[in-house]
């Protein structure tokens, strides 16, 4: 594949990982307005309400429309753009209540290499009762979540879904990091990275990582995709992902804290 053709499926993919979640919860739902998607998980979370360009022809109309549906929801949201190649659709955003965002640059990793596992760490997956608790546990807790406030996008229905694997690393017994993989065509994206604080800088994110992408390249992948923090971008980047999209992100503001009686 060429950079632009990896570019493309990048953004498909993070579309349909997000859209995923949306379609399982129960209250959630995905529209379409023209080019445009909006899924709205009704998690308090904004990236689990994203709004995302969809289609070259999307216009400002649709924008504006996909924008107007889900503020009518009263969650918080993101809406995201590609750096050059959703540009003109800018304007509609500089134009809201939105708020700039931090953002995630979209990367890709091809072909997907081994990686040598460290020897301390047991990583199970599936959906056993020790892998998804563990999972959750880790997510809520490496977020800084409530296991509530996680329980609103990590459904049941999430779990078991045909696409995706989940994944729980221990070490002596007691889980300390996670991840999970969505299958999709070509691609294996990766998402929950994530490593309870007192076990960091010992290379478990990177394994699980690696291992999600791993584990796809077996199942038939030729790409891991994922969508960096600013903390996992170093990480990646010496594993040898490396960005092929730039995405601009802007925010609903935070509910404002109801003044105190005086």
């Not at 924008?63 to 503020?71: C, F, Q, S, W, Y």
């Not at 696409?163 to 991840?179: I, M, N, W």
């Not at 040898?240 to 992100?249: H, K, L, M, N, Q």
């Amino acid at each position: 594949m060429n950079e632009t053709q990896l570019a493309d499926l990048e953004h498909e993919n993070f579309i349909a990982a997000l859209a995923l979640v949306a379609e399982v919860v129960p209250a959630g739902f995905v529209e379409r307005h023209g080019g445009v998607l909006a899924a709205v998980s009704g998690s308090p979370i904004a990236l689990f309400n994203p709004i995302l360009i969809e289609t070259p022809e999307a216009t400002p109309a649709d924008l504006e429309a996909a924008l107007a549906a889900v503020t009518a929801t009263g969650h918080r949201f993101s809406a995201y753009l590609r750096v050059g190649t959703d540009d003109r659709l800018r304007p509609v955003l500089e134009a809201s209540a939105l708020e700039p965002g931090e953002g995630a640059p979209g990367m890709v990793m091809t072909p997907i290499v081994g990686y040598d596992m460290p020897s301390d760490l047991e990583i199970r997956s599936g959906t056993s009762p020790d892998v998804i608790a563990g999972h959750t546990d880790v997510v809520a807790a490496a977020f800084d979540m409530s296991r509530e406030i996680i329980e609103t996008f990590m459904v049941p229905e999430l779990f078991v879904h045909e696409s995706l694997t989940f994944y729980a690393g221990f070490v002596d017994g007691e889980c300390v990091t996670a991840s999970f993989g969505q299958h999709r065509g070509p691609a294996l994206t990766v998402f929950n990275v994530a490593t309870l604080e007192g076990y960091r800088g010992r290379g478990y994110g990177t394994a699980m990582t690696m291992r999600a992408a791993i584990d796809g390249r077996d199942a038939g992948c030729e790409v891991a995709v994922l969508q960096s923090s600013p903390m996992g971008y170093p990480v990646y980047d010496r594993l040898g992902f490396r960005t092929v999209v730039e995405y601009e992100e802007w925010v609903s503001p935070r509910p404002q804290d109801p003044p105190s009686a005086s």
